[in-house]
């Protein structure tokens, strides 16, 4: 059995413990997942079996698409609701014009500072790790990219607090906690995340996924490594089957030949069997291998 499931993560479970349940559920200890989502954060997790676990260092690098609840008035020291409260405002009415402009103003490129409370690593120490022992260390800005944010909700106020709904796509790497920090910023009050759910990572989505209980019984639809790679050009050639599967160079010209474009990256196949990945070289004129099925 090779290939992903879209898992449907409950609030309350980490990651890796979903990953402890499929390993269970399909008796396997081959298994990953791609793009960790917080106990907090709901939704989209897709999880690779066996040797679809050779794809997580490409599927990771997909955009993904959440919907998130903002606080005004309260923030932490995680930026969620699950930290230490840091500063509180009573919030009784806010300028809806305003809130889309400065929405709209965080839409592109820019960079952002990740959670203190994350495990990223600096000098190989996860900063988490740094945060719980009260050290300060220097967080670097990270780019990032968020192609679309827009507010699905009106605001709603309840306890000293104003809460709405936004649906956000963004790049790998985009932390939605600072997100929702940042635009409290932006309006000169605190703010937080109280929830989030991702919808869409790469081409999976919520409509995709499926229970851990539902999965368990059975009901569920296995992704195989192809479908996961369909973004790229796929090549089913004789002689660079017998290429690939030895991990040997490709020429540019075989490339161009099969499929007329200089792809950055291209997948060999052997009917419904991957058989390799290839990424472009220019100092070296070729294409070479980056990851063999064998």
Not at 108 to 125: A, C, D, L
Not at 127 to 153: C, F, M
Request: with cysteine.
């Amino acid at each position: 059995m090779n290939g992903i499931i879209v898992v449907n993560k409950e609030k309350g479970m980490t990651s890796h413990d979903v990953v402890g349940k499929i390993r269970k559920i399909f008796n396997t200890k081959q298994v990953g997942h791609l793009g960790t989502l917080d106990p907090l954060a709901t939704g989209v997790l897709a999880v690779c079996i066996n040797n679809a676990t050779k794809l997580v260092q490409f599927l990771s690098e997909h955009d993904k698409t959440y919907v998130a609840t903002v606080c005004l008035g309260k923030s932490t020291d995680t930026y969620d609701l699950e930290g230490k409260i840091i500063e509180e405002s009573a919030i009784k009415n806010i300028d809806v014009k305003t809130l889309d402009e400065i929405l709209n103003s965080f839409i592109g490129e820019s960079y952002q500072i990740p959670p203190m409370y994350s495990s990223i690593k600096v000098n190989g120490k996860k900063l988490y790790e740094y945060a719980r022992n009260g050290e300060k260390i220097e967080v670097k800005p990270r780019k990032i990219n968020i192609y679309s944010l827009k507010r699905i909700s009106d605001i709603k106020y309840d306890n000293n607090c104003g809460y709405f709904d936004i649906e956000v796509s963004v790049s790998k790497g985009t932390y939605i906690r600072s997100l929702c920090y940042d635009i409290g910023r932006k309006l000169h009050l605190p703010s937080l995340m109280a929830k989030l759910n991702r919808i869409e990572l790469g081409i999976f989505s919520l409509s995709d996924s499926h229970t851990l209980a539902e999965i368990e019984e059975g009901k569920y639809r296995l992704y195989s490594n192809l479908e996961a790679l369909s973004e790229y050009k796929m090549i089913d050639d004789e002689k660079l089957i017998i290429k690939a599967k030895q991990g040997m160079k490709i020429s540019i010209n075989d490339i161009l030949n099969i499929i007329g474009s200089k792809e950055k990256r291209i997948v060999i196949k052997d009917g419904l069997d991957l058989i390799a990945i290839y990424d472009l070289d220019l100092e070296k004129k070729c294409y070479k291998a980056v990851r063999v099925w064998n």
